[in-house]
């Protein structure tokens, strides 16, 4: 089946530092990404959808200048925490799709922990 | 809009008790997918079964099984004798097929606890 890889699987940063995030589709072109974000014991909450080549489409609520998502290939995503902030602590996730598929194939996940 | 509702919040059963987990959806699309995925202590979500929404066959898989009824909007995971390895945050999802923007919505999970 089609593979997602996230690196790191864990980070932790100081507070006001920035952090990259990176999600790869390894056996797949993913024309769509997206990115998701878990606090503890909650559900997955959908920050934003990027298209390759194209600005990504935030979700309400969801601050483009803080969480910035760059969709470069086909297999590459990247998610920049700027400045993170301790509340920024969450799980992050990504997922691709490949063409119009209805199939999202999902990340293992990055713990981030902001101090 | 769409939403999703799976009401229990935990369930704790003994080892080999069969438990059902609910889901109940909501959409004003005529084609979507239905999804449910198990999230163990690692966090990674592991996919268990993808159902059309034309597609009301019950599903068995196991000791896992589904059952998609559209007349009450409900997709509802039944384990049959459940083990200690199934105990995990259980996700139903939905997705639309409709336009190109395929948004998954979530539940807010289940979280199971097998007892041995």
């Known amino acids: 089946g089609a593979v997602v890889s996230q690196h790191p699987s864990w980070v932790i940063c100081k507070s006001g530092t920035s952090v990259k995030i990176e999600c790869r589709s390894l056996?797949?072109?993913?024309?769509?990404m997206f990115w998701y974000r878990q606090f503890p014991k909650q559900s997955l909450m959908l920050m934003a959808t990027?298209?390759?080549?194209?600005?990504?489409?935030?979700e309400q609520g969801v601050e483009k200048d803080k969480f910035l998502i760059n969709h470069a290939s086909l297999t590459l995503s990247t998610l920049t925490v700027t400045s993170a902030h301790p509340e920024d602590s969450s799980f992050y996730i990504c997922?691709?799709?490949?063409?119009?598929?209805?199939?999202?194939?999902f990340g293992p996940g990055t713990r981030l922990t902001v101090l | 809009a769409q939403k999703v509702t799976q009401a229990q919040t935990e369930i704790s059963v003994v080892e080999k008790e069969d438990v059902t987990l609910d889901c109940v959806y909501e959409?004003?699309?005529?084609?979507?997918?239905l999804f449910w995925y198990k999230q163990p202590p690692s966090g990674e979500l592991v996919f268990l079964i993808r159902?059309?929404?034309?597609?009301?066959q019950n599903e068995i898989s196991g000791r896992y099984s589904w059952n998609f009824q559209k007349s009450t909007s409900s997709f509802n995971f039944t384990i049959t004798a459940s083990q200690v390895v199934d105990s995990a945050v259980y996700f139903c999802?939905?997705?639309?097929?409709?336009?190109?923007?395929?948004?998954?919505?979530f539940g807010t999970g289940t979280k199971l606890q097998v007892i041995p």
């Open positions: 056996d797949f072109q993913a024309t769509t």
């Open positions: 997922s691709a799709r490949e063409g119009t598929s209805a199939e999202q194939f």
């Open positions: 959409t004003r699309d005529t084609t979507y997918y």
């Open positions: 159902r059309n929404s034309f597609d009301e």
């Open positions: 990027s298209n390759e080549g194209s600005k990504a489409t935030y």
């Open positions: 999802a939905l997705t639309n097929l409709s336009g190109g923007y395929q948004k998954v919505t």
